[in-house]
């Protein structure tokens, strides 16, 4: 099963950050792939924040629906994210963000497996690169949003 993990330090306030990986409906908008996102339930539980929603993915003639269980625990600053229908096998990624001095630290680990083991080969040797392709993507996005303009 290809696995990645990304690190990167934004200079952005923890909460922002947060907000902007939670606000899945605007993935379309600046992620890499993501064709349309819909989000079925949003609720709250004490200190998490619970979520359905699916997302598209495609790049060409290619493009495949998955629906995911996102659960964010505001004590520990974590996503958490698996797969609970569509293409893949299975699907897990975290996210954890730790305010620093400069900015937030932002850990973001992935771990899928698709069902077609042919396309599962090819993703695993782009896996890498398509990560930071979508780890950019959100850098970009919190510093046009919430970096302040420098005079």
């Keep these: 099963m ?3 993990s990304v690190k990167r330090l934004i200079e952005c306030k923890k909460d922002q950050l947060i907000d902007l990986v939670l606000d899945i409906e605007k993935y379309p908008e600046f992620v890499p792939f993501c064709l349309s996102s819909h989000v079925y339930e949003k609720n709250k539980e004490g ?8 997302l598209t993915i495609g790049k060409g003639p290619f493009k495949d629906t998955y629906k995911s269980d996102v659960k964010f625990d505001k004590e520990n600053s974590t996503i958490n994210v698996n ?17 620093i001095k400069g900015g937030t630290e932002i850990s973001f680990d992935i771990d899928f497996e698709i069902e077609n083991k042919f396309l599962n080969v090819l993703m695993a040797k782009s ?11 959100f850098q970009k996005r919190a510093e046009d949003l919430y970096r302040p303009i420098d005079n």
């Excluded at 200190?47 to 359905?52: F, H, K, R, S, W």
């Design 127 to 137: 896996f890498e690169f398509g990560l930071n392709k979508i780890a950019d993507a």
């Design 47 to 54: 200190n998490q924040t619970l979520i359905i929603a699916d």
């Design 2 to 4: 290809p696995k990645a």
């Design 83 to 99: 797969n609970i229908g569509g293409p893949l096998n299975h699907l897990e990624n975290n996210w954890k963000f730790n305010e």
